[in-house]
């Protein structure tokens, strides 16, 4: 699996959009980008997944670059419990049997 | 959506005791899961996956001996410390999915050894 780059912390007002950069420069085209949020204590919540286009749920929106090497999460209206560390992963296409490899995210601190 | 339980949530056990931990997907059949271990602030690693009716695939450096994992039913994976020392303290996290659909997680199992 490709590996991922993330900024280790960002902070972010409440309220305000939480925008979140990942780069998979060595992503292939069959994998998929996918995020993920840990609270602390719990574990990974599902956030999103996308391929090529840009992708939008009751969460947040995906945005991926043209030439797929990077991607965007964005929170539109970040709350004190969207405070969490994100994971941005790529995956092999979305079988089962694909596992996750995990690097070390971005904790999100939103602040009051 | 797609549920995985974990159980228990938290257990404290004797330095050589063992210790098993149960993860079940619960509105879904997974014939694969997966089994991780993530020590206080550091990212979730990788174990080992779980296949239902056949040997668990182990990550490099994680001893088969001594994570044992029976996945015996397409709804139940099990992973039991063996042996337990207070070096194998730590949050143990397992996940499932089924075809077409994203990985979900458990919520944990945070394991003490005194």
């Known amino acids: 699996d490709a590996k991922t780059t993330q900024p280790p912390s960002m902070d972010c007002a409440e309220g305000r959009a939480a925008n979140l950069p990942c780069n998979h420069s060595t992503i292939s085209g069959n994998e998929y980008v996918y995020w993920y949020r840990q609270i602390h204590s719990q574990g990974p919540q599902y956030i999103i997944h996308g391929l090529k286009n840009n992708e939008t749920n009751e969460m947040a929106s995906l945005i991926i670059t043209e030439d797929r090497k990077s991607s965007t999460l964005i929170l539109p209206h970040a709350t004190l419990r969207d405070t969490a560390v994100y994971y941005c992963?790529?995956?092999?296409?979305?079988?089962?049997?694909?596992?996750?490899?995990f690097g070390t995210g971005t904790l999100l601190a939103v602040q009051p | 959506g797609a549920v995985v339980s974990q159980h228990p949530s938290w257990v404290i056990c004797k330095s050589g005791t063992s210790v098993k931990i149960e993860c079940r997907s619960l509105?879904?059949?997974?014939?694969?899961m997966f089994w991780y271990r993530q020590f206080p602030k550091q990212s979730l690693m990788l174990m080992a996956t779980s296949n239902e009716g056949s040997k668990a695939t182990y990550e490099q450096g994680v001893e088969k001996d001594k994570f044992l994992i029976n996945h015996a039913s397409l709804t139940l994976s099990t992973l039991t410390v063996t042996s337990a020392h207070p070096e194998d303290s730590s949050f143990y996290i397992c996940?499932?999915?089924?075809?077409?659909?994203?990985?979900?997680f458990g919520n944990g199992t945070r394991l003490t050894v005194t």
């Open positions: 509105d879904f059949q997974a014939t694969t």
């Open positions: 996940s499932a999915s089924t075809l077409g659909s994203p990985l979900h």
């Open positions: 992963i790529v995956r092999a296409g979305i079988g089962a049997t694909n596992k996750l490899i």
